[in-house]
């Protein structure tokens, strides 16, 4: 098939040509991450308002997290943002096997980033981390940190794993042939997965990294 | 004063072709359409169910408060009728009413485009929100929620006895619709405007609702996110708002409030567009102000989600922060009387038609100044205080989003049925339907404000018999809206089938959307247009009078 044949195919409605779409895509995902920002800048702010309620006890509260888990689940959310970025470029230039390939490595670091919570996860409930009676901690408002703890990981694995699922979606449709490369999915997941990361960005030193300075 | 409708209908039915209504058939061609004016007639669809059952609450709450005592409903039967036409009201009614029905038909119309930028997103977006609706309903056969439709905690998190996990999760869910039409409208406006169209050539509607788009992206996550910190709270006792574990209750309220008030601009901001159209059109003349309006539109969004403290002046917030409030609260009512001035200097010197969409026009700037003054007076902080949680604030919100939004839906619907169904409704009943609606209203929440002024405290079904006339005439005027809001669904139900066949631009007005057939084909324009001129171009100066034929008057403009 041409490449023009091949391009026609991923124009849709209402788009006149496929730069348009392209950047249409990108638009879009953008504003909706703005509409994200606003989503965990909410939670933040409020973990933000009582860390300077209460210092104290959500210093010590943080101190109880794994910082192994927490750091090797950075190294990979990180280096799957390289290779998401990877695959981004590569479908936009057409080099299929590099997209595929790189698809493949992002939803592999993003499984490898849940499994290794899913420990963590397990470790933190027989630690008793998780608020109500029989918590760990004396001070009730390390229970608040861990509420936060809890949400906000919570919340960050769901997106990671929609990320996964579209990333899985994508590579298969690419493989079989039925999406294009030229399709502009692939940008606008990589712009999502970026976004993805980048909170965790900001989850990793404000619940890991504080009360151990 | 028979109106341009008779005059402007062509005799004789034109030559058919198929419109976006005919050109498919079958259920599944309307489930699965990805048509935004189809999208639009499903939104009505449900909207309207979900404007009586909501209605229904508000039914219930006038007919319990005809007496003093309790008589109808227990007190807490009461507390989840109010909750409930509330819930409904606010995230199923008012929230996607204005955007979704008419912004849906008419955004794409209004600039020159095929669709929407994202027509799949749209209908998913319809989808989601039958889904929040379910949830809704399910909320209501569960039970009921006794909360407010404020959600404030502890009494949320620790307290209530309602289903409040279906009602938080009901709305939490209607906000994935709602921003995933604010996104699409966002995109739409931004890469598919017509040739020519530039930024300040767009109809005011597009501006509002680009401006109302935008608030919606940013406002609505901040709901998500308070609801899902609730929703954690209730259903696995992990402490947010918890006081005893050093959480605050208030921190809530400034949460939830930051999306609520900007929420209120969400709800009036598309009825501004509305009556912009409706106004120039029927006075025949360009808008006054055409730049200024703009600003305002912009200026009410961005400020309107620096004021959200003035609903927590009693909340033990600081004084200074309520002093700060209160001042931003004033400086947002600037672009709004902006607003006001210009449709009320668009007037003058126009050639004004009374005709249905135009009174409905007038209403809304009669009631919605009102609503907005005794905004001011609520945004005051003395004054608040004294008037907090009675009745003049119920009066005053219902003057904005009722007055002033559901005034707008209802002259926007009418303004453009002939677009949307083919079919000129019958002029005679609308004026009838409109007269009767404003006053209506007026009977039905003027009354709180005096009795609020008295201290008679909102959410409360017994009250001291002193009120009692009042809660009367605001039942008795209830019955009158009822009726004004239901005479229009019968009249454009019957001109579906004997309404006359409406021409292309029966009301001789601007914009691209008249420039198609009515009902537009499906893929809008029969030929893409081209943009050449600015907005609500009535007596275009160049031309000379008369433009129309039956625009006798001077030009507008300076005077050589």
Known sequence: MSDIAARNAALRQPWRSLRRQREGAAFGIWIFLGSEVMFFGCALLTFAVYRSLWPDAFAAAARETNITYGTVNTALLLTSSLTMAAAAEGAAAGLRRLTLCCLAATVAFGIGFLVVKGFEYQEDITKHLVPGAGFRLEAPQAQIFFAFYWLLTGVHAVHLSTGIGIATVLGIQAWRGSRMLASPAFEALGLYWHFVDLVWVFLYPLLYLGGRS | ?560
């Not at chain 2, 507390?79 to 009614?93: E, K, P, S």
């Open chain 2, 1 to 560: 004063m028979s109106g341009i409708t008779a005059e402007r209908a062509i005799p004789g039915a034109p030559p058919r072709e198929p419109s976006y209504l005919t050109a498919k058939t079958g259920l599944a061609s309307w489930l699965l359409t990805t048509d935004h004016k189809r999208i639009a007639l499903l939104y009505m669809a449900a909207i309207t169910v979900f404007f009586f059952v909501g209605g229904a609450g508000a039914v219930a709450i006038r007919i319990e408060l005809f007496t003093p005592q309790a008589d109808l409903l227990s007190a807490d039967a009461y507390n989840r009728a109010f909750t409930f036409h509330g819930v409904i009201m606010v995230w199923f009614f008012l929230i996607p009413s204005i955007p979704n029905i008419l912004g849906n038909f008419l955004l794409p119309l209004m600039i020159g485009a095929k669709d929407l930028a994202f027509p799949r997103l749209n209908l998913a977006s319809w989808y989601i929100f039958m889904a929040a609706g379910g949830l809704a309903v399910y909320t209501l056969l569960s039970g009921g929620v006794d909360t407010g439709w404020t959600f404030y905690t502890p009494l949320t998190t620790a307290f209530s006895n309602g289903n409040v996990l279906a009602a938080a999760a009901a709305v939490f869910v209607s906000g994935f619709s709602t921003i995933a039409t604010a996104v699409n409208f966002i995109a739409t406006v931004h890469l598919q405007r017509a040739p020519g169209l530039t930024w300040f050539r767009l109809p005011l509607f597009v501006w509002a609702i680009y401006a109302t788009s935008i608030v919606m992206v940013l406002a609505t996550p901040v709901l998500a996110m308070v609801l899902a910190l609730i929703f954690a709270e209730r259903a696995f006792g992990i402490p947010i708002f918890d006081p005893l574990r050093g959480g605050d209750p208030i921190l809530f309220q400034h949460l939830f409030w930051f999306y609520s008030h900007p929420a209120v601009y969400i709800m009036v901001l598309p009825s501004f567009g509305v009556i912009s159209e409706l106004v120039t059109c029927y006075a025949r003349r360009r808008v006054f102000g055409y730049n200024f309006m703009v600003y305002a539109i912009l200026w009410i969004s961005l400020v309107g989600f620096l004021v959200w403290g003035h609903h927590m002046f009693v909340s033990g917030q600081s004084l200074f922060a309520s002093l700060a409030f209160s001042l931003l609260s004033f400086i947002v009512a600037v672009p709004s009387a902006i607003k006001v001035f210009n449709w009320t200097a668009t007037l003058y010197r126009g050639q004004i038609v009374f005709d249905a969409p135009m009174i409905y026009a007038l209403g809304f700037i009669g009631l919605f100044t009102i609503g907005g003054l005794t905004g001011l007076f609520l945004a005051s902080v003395p004054v608040d205080i004294h008037v907090t949680d009675t009745y003049f604030v119920v009066a005053h919100f219902h003057y904005i989003m009722v007055g002033g939004a559901v005034s707008a839906l209802y002259g926007g619907l009418a303004f453009w049925w002939p677009k949307i169904t083919g079919r000129l409704y019958p002029e005679g009943w609308a004026r009838f339907a409109a007269i009767m609606m404003f006053f209506g209203f007026g009977f039905t929440f003027f009354p709180m404000f005096i009795m609020g002024y008295l201290g008679m405290p909102r959410r409360y079904h017994v009250y001291p018999e002193e009120f009692q006339v009042w809660h009367v005439l605001a039942s008795a005027g209830a019955v009158i809206l009822a009726f004004a809001y239901l005479l229009p669904m019968g009249f454009f139900a019957w001109s579906l089938i004997w309404g006359r066949r409406a021409p292309a631009n029966p009301w001789g007005a601007t914009g691209l959307e008249w420039q198609t057939s009515s009902p537009p084909p499906e893929e809008n324009f029969h030929t893409p247009p081209v943009v050449e001129q600015g907005p609500y171009n009535y007596h275009p100066e160049h031309a000379g009078p008369p433009a129309l034929e039956r625009e006798q008057h001077q030009p507008q403009g300076r005077q050589p």
